[in-house]
């Protein structure tokens, strides 16, 4: 079992800090805002942090709108200011308790192959940072090597995986990150759809309204 719990986004230009905080309650969240206000952009950034974008498509693109990228304004009126660094955070908790916080960078940060993570509620709670470790993503050995995060995100949830072959003949997980390119066996592997890799997707009514600009 995953439960998610917090949500963070952050788009930071020359003179402005852009983002949304969304705080998700135990059960069953639900999503309701106006068209364009964000409630994509919440889904893609949990998959994206979690690493798990594979899901979407076999490109390894951020799949993220142009707000997270490249260029954001406050009002719609507005000129763009360039983007300079913007990352996401979410905060998770596993069956047994422990809450894991993930960061990955989305531009001007550390390379989007890293994965940070605290071992504590630093986003959802006044708590010290945690121990600090970080992992790597989409290189080979992601979802087998103690290093990689698709491997210690598998332990945390407590999901016991099987080897299943690969075509080129090597056995992996059935994990985005471990290097089934093509699915197994010829079937397309869709975690985040398939198997519920999180057991609570959307937040409150209105939540994707940005802090202070547009993350639609």
Known sequence: MLRLRYLRLR???????F??????????????AGNTSGKSTCLQ???????????????????LPYAMRE????????????VLESYVEVEIENSNGEILVVRRDITGGKDIKLVRTWNSSKLSGPTDGGRQRDFF?????????????????????????????????????????GNLSHGVCGTETR???????????????GCCQTRNGVLA
Do not use: K, M
């Open 45 to 63: 950034a949990i998959v994206y942090a979690l690493g798990l974008e594979r899901s979407l498509g076999p490109q390894l693109q951020v799949p």
């Open 137 to 177: 993503i989409h290189d080979p050995g992601a979802a087998q090597r103690e290093d990689g995060f698709h491997y210690y995100l598998a332990q945390f949830i407590g999901w016991d995986l099987p080897q299943v072959p690969r075509f080129d003949g090597a056995d992996a997980p059935p994990l985005p990150g």
């Open 71 to 82: 260029r954001i304004h406050r009002r719609r009126d507005d000129e763009y200011e360039p």
């Open 11 to 17: 788009a930071i230009t020359r003179a402005n800090r």
């Open 191 to 205: 975690l985040v759809h398939d198997t519920g890799a999180v057991s609570n997707i959307s937040a409150h009514t």
């Open 19 to 32: 983002g949304a905080d969304l705080i998700f309650a135990s059960g069953l969240n639900i999503v309701q």
